[in-house]
């Protein structure tokens, strides 16, 4: 490694917030595919970073399955009663209920139920596709359900708690 590179430091909110800007970006400049593949990713790392922040009751930390730091955060999903990794947005909705626990705000129940209704079918791999099986409406529900995710990052960043 150069003397002047670093190693990287994980930072789900960080790159959350630098994805969806970016994606905001690439909307207005109507460059809706590639848009809609990084609000896919923002809206991951948003999530993880809140799963991360609020959602110790479930078990979310960055150890996995053997008590062993890892590269992304797992947690103990009592519908198989095993811990596992938290991948991608698709395979975490069962995860952001943790969210709500304890938390009535409906401005949370909304962009939770957004964002799994939206995000459930987006996958990572769509980076290799022609795009074609994106319709504009759902681009449209993507972008407005990663936009409550953001929302609710930046109330965090401000008050420490979710809404």
């Not at 969806?20 to 923002?42: P, V």
């Not at 999903?77 to 069962?94: K, V």
């Amino acid at each position: 490694m150069p003397d002047d590179a670093k190693e990287p430091t994980t930072d789900y909110a960080c790159a959350g917030e630098r994805h969806f800007e970016d994606a905001d970006y690439l909307h207005g400049a109507g460059r809706l595919l590639n848009a809609d593949h990084l609000f896919g990713l923002a809206v991951e790392c948003l999530m993880k970073g809140l799963l991360l922040q609020f959602g110790g009751s479930g078990g979310v930390s960055m150890t996995d399955r053997r008590n062993r730091p890892a590269k992304m955060p797992w947690w103990d999903n009592p519908a198989t009663g095993d811990r596992e990794p938290l991948l991608h947005i698709d395979q975490m909705c069962s995860a952001l209920p943790l969210l709500v626990q304890g938390r009535p705000g409906p401005a949370l129940d909304e962009a939770l139920t957004r964002v799994s209704a939206d995000f459930e079918k987006w996958v990572v791999d769509d980076r290799y596709t022609d795009g074609t099986h994106i319709g504009p409406e759902l681009l449209t529900r993507r972008q407005e359900a990663a936009t409550l995710a953001h929302a609710l990052h930046v109330h965090v960043q401000f008050t420490g708690k979710l809404p």
